[in-house]
T-cell receptor
Framework: DVKVTQSSRYLVKRTGEKVFLECVQDMDHENMFWYRQDPGLGLRLIYFSYDVKMKEKGDIPEGYSVSREKKERFSLILESASTNQTSMYLC?????????????FGSGTQLSVL | LAKTTQPISMDSYEGQEVNITCSHN???????ITWYQQFPSQGPRFIIQ???TKVTNEVASLFIPADRKSSTLSLPRVSLSDTAVYYC????????????FGTGTRLLVSP
């Protein structure tokens, strides 16, 4: 089975801190994604990557950046955390770049910014 | 990007069949229709995918009419463990995959 591992299940940070959320997949998938999930808003795409060192903005990239130095690892960076970035963050991966490719999700990181 | 519309919530009882309909009026020729299930405190997981007509697996069935402007996820004989949020997605093949989730349908199964 594909495994997508997010480094932290819960994280508490202070406003202004730089925050790193790490995600690793073990199935040589080309595509990786970062979503955030908030009550009543569903999942919203922040960034995605379809190759090493490649990145594309999703629907809500403001306040975030990403890094993909190795194929298996996709990092989400909050340069200066703010309270409105308190959310559940979900990482996902998929095998190839084609319509309808199945997404595999991690268990999520619940981030609280105080 | 094709937009989907689903009911916000549905209620059912154990043993009943549940049908959740998703509208996607602007679906493109290359788009597949995919459904995901999400339990609390977990990431979504793939349930079923189809392009046209009917698809069935061990978990659910997916019915897609000829015009593909809607689809219906059918869960036979639901149990309490089927209580979850169900998302309908329509993918856009732009050369790289960008999937947008809506707010989903919250299904509550009662005894």
């Amino acid at each position: 089975d594909v495994k997508v591992t997010q480094s932290s299940r819960y994280l508490v940070k202070r406003t202004g801190e730089k925050v790193f959320l790490e995600c690793v997949q073990d199935m040589d998938h080309e595509n990786m994604f970062w979503y955030r999930q908030d009550p009543g808003l569903g999942l919203r795409l922040i960034y995605f990557s379809y190759d090493v060192k490649m990145k594309e903005k999703g629907d809500i990239p403001e306040g975030y950046s990403v890094s993909r130095e190795k194929k298996e690892r996709f990092s989400l960076i909050l340069e200066s955390a703010s309270t409105n970035q308190t959310s559940m963050y979900l990482c996902a991966s998929s095998l190839r770049r084609r319509s309808g490719e199945k997404l595999f999700f991690g268990s999520g990181t619940q981030l609280s910014v105080l | 990007l094709a937009k989907t519309t689903q009911p916000i919530s549905m209620d059912s009882y154990e043993g009943q069949e549940v049908n959740i309909t998703c509208s996607h009026n602007n679906i493109a020729t290359n788009d597949y229709i995919t459904w995901y299930q999400q339990f609390p405190s977990q990431g979504p997981r793939f349930i079923i995918q189809g392009y046209k007509t009917k698809v069935t697996n061990e978990v659910a069935s997916l019915f897609i009419p000829a015009d593909r402007k809607s689809s219906t996820l059918s869960l036979p004989r639901v149990s309490l463990s089927d209580t979850a949020v169900y998302y309908c997605l329509v993918g856009e093949d732009t050369g790289f995959q960008k999937l947008v989730f809506g707010t989903g349908t919250r299904l509550l199964v009662s005894p």
